[in-house]
């Protein structure tokens, strides 16, 4: 298996429960090897050794047996270009690919499961699934995990439960989160409120590539806050719980708006689709706000012959490593939204 940037992942595939508001479902679990300083205290020898571990541990039959072939890819060998790519993929967070030092990333072929290698812990396992997934993307970490687990000497403690860097993953080490569509909360204005009361739930709202992060294209990522003292399943069970009131308050909005509104609301969707099929420069934020605007059109079938899998692919087709990727040079700013404008009038026409 060779490491391919420009395939799809698995959560781009845009079918599954709640797929026309859930975008995508992520389990991650934070791991740390016994013995070893957390990888803000390491030096590069090391790191180096948590990699030859971890190296070493996915070729167990048993691991192999559980998800499938796992490759590690040393980040050293990979172009700064290469690493962004990763990240607009949701692959490795942005603190990982500036990382300087001995630093991997682990990812089947299908990219539903990867695991960075000294990040903030020494292994952060993830599994990305489309739709609303949850349960299933968490089966899929606990079989890794567990064939991990029995290769590697996890840090553990009886009362604690996993030791992790930071203290608000200690416990499961476990974070779910969701990415959802919501321009129909955003148009009502009823985003504000609804995304503010989650906290009290114990569920974070961030924006398109997590913490830190804004809200682009009307995209959100919900997950939990809270690690310690409540098991994998009541957490998963209670953001799957959250996702999916928060999609059926999205849908009543998306029905409110076509009814008082419907030809402004169909005229704005076709004057996306106008501008993304016409246009001859297109910066990734425009892109992105109106993809969203096509997307909720589709949904609502005002547009038709357009599939979700394509608006999903669209996504990180329109970001700027992934266009120098595929053009084969890097480019300029402008130079960039010419082809992203070029790119993205092909494709949905073509469809």
């Given at each position: 298996?060779?490491?391919?940037?420009?395939?799809?992942?698995?959560?781009?595939?845009?079918?599954?429960?709640?797929?026309?508001?859930?975008?995508?479902?992520?389990?991650?679990?934070?791991?740390?090897?016994?013995?070893?300083?957390?990888?803000?205290?390491?030096?590069?020898?090391?790191?180096?050794?948590?990699?030859?571990?971890?190296?070493?541990?996915?070729?167990?039959?048993?691991?192999?047996?559980?998800?499938?072939?796992?490759?590690?890819?040393?980040?050293?060998?990979?172009?700064?270009?290469?690493?962004?790519?990763?990240?607009?993929?949701?692959?490795?967070?942005?603190?990982?690919?500036?990382?300087?030092?001995?630093?991997?990333?682990?990812?089947?072929?299908?990219?539903?499961?990867?695991?960075m290698v000294n990040e903030e812990d020494h292994l952060r396992l993830q599994c990305l699934l489309?739709?609303?997934?949850?349960?299933?993307?968490?089966?899929?970490?606990?079989?890794?995990?567990?064939?991990?687990?029995?290769?590697?000497?996890?840090?553990?403690?009886?009362?604690?439960?996993?030791?992790?860097?930071?203290?608000?993953?200690?416990?499961?080490?476990?974070?779910?989160?969701?990415?959802?569509?919501?321009?129909?909360?955003?148009?009502?204005?009823?985003?504000?409120?609804?995304?503010?009361?989650?906290?009290?739930?114990?569920?974070?709202?961030?924006?398109?590539?997590?913490?830190?992060?804004?809200?682009?294209?009307?995209?959100?990522?919900?997950?939990?806050?809270?690690?310690?003292?409540?098991?994998?399943?009541?957490?998963?069970?209670?953001?799957?719980?959250?996702?999916?009131?928060?999609?059926?308050?999205?849908?009543?909005?998306?029905?409110?708006?076509?009814?008082?509104?419907?030809?402004?609301?169909?005229?704005?969707?076709?004057?996306?689709?106008?501008?993304?099929?016409?246009?001859?420069?297109?910066?990734?934020?425009?892109?992105?706000?109106?993809?969203?605007?096509?997307?909720?059109?589709?949904?609502?079938?005002?547009?038709?012959?357009?599939?979700?899998?394509?608006?999903?692919?669209?996504?990180?087709?329109?970001?700027?490593?992934?266009?120098?990727?595929?053009?084969?040079?890097?480019?300029?700013?402008?130079?960039?939204?010419?082809?992203?404008?070029?790119?993205?009038?092909?494709?949905?026409?073509?469809?």
């Amino acid at each position: 298996m060779s490491l391919n940037l420009e395939r799809s992942s698995k959560w781009m595939e845009g079918s599954g429960p709640q797929a026309d508001i859930v975008i995508s479902s992520r389990i991650r679990l934070a791991r740390n090897l016994k013995g070893m300083p957390f990888p803000n205290l390491m030096n590069e020898s090391q790191e180096a050794k948590v990699i030859r571990q971890v190296s070493q541990a996915i070729r167990s039959p048993m691991l192999f047996q559980a998800v499938g072939e796992l490759q590690l890819q040393p980040l050293r060998e990979l172009s700064p270009l290469e690493r962004l790519i990763l990240v607009e993929k949701h692959l490795i967070s942005p603190d990982l690919a500036e990382a300087e030092g001995n630093k991997a990333v682990i990812l089947r072929d299908d990219e539903a499961v990867s695991i960075m290698v000294n990040e903030e812990d020494h292994l952060r396992l993830q599994c990305l699934l489309p739709a609303l997934m949850l349960h299933e993307a968490w089966r899929l970490a606990d079989a890794t995990d567990d064939a991990l687990e029995n290769e590697l000497d996890f840090a553990f403690d009886q009362e604690r439960g996993y030791l992790t860097a930071c203290p608000t993953n200690v416990g499961t080490g476990l974070r779910a989160s969701a990415m959802l569509h919501l321009p129909a909360l955003v148009l009502t204005k009823q985003a504000g409120p609804v995304l503010a009361a989650l906290a009290k739930v114990g569920v974070a709202v961030r924006g398109l590539y997590g913490e830190g992060t804004e809200a682009q294209g009307n995209i959100f990522q919900v997950s939990n806050q809270i690690t310690l003292g409540r098991t994998e399943e009541e957490i998963i069970n209670n953001l799957s719980a959250v996702t999916v009131q928060l999609a059926d308050q999205e849908r009543e909005a998306r029905q409110l708006v076509h009814r008082q509104n419907r030809w402004q609301l169909e005229d704005r969707v076709g004057r996306a689709y106008g501008v993304l099929t016409n246009a001859r420069i297109l910066s990734s934020q425009e892109a992105l706000q109106l993809l969203s605007d096509v997307r909720l059109g589709v949904e609502l079938k005002i547009l038709c012959d357009l599939d979700q899998r394509l608006l999903n692919q669209l996504m990180i087709r329109i970001q700027p490593a992934y266009l120098q990727l595929a053009t084969g040079k890097e480019m300029t700013s402008f130079e960039r939204d010419v082809r992203r404008a070029t790119m993205v009038r092909e494709l949905l026409t073509e469809k």
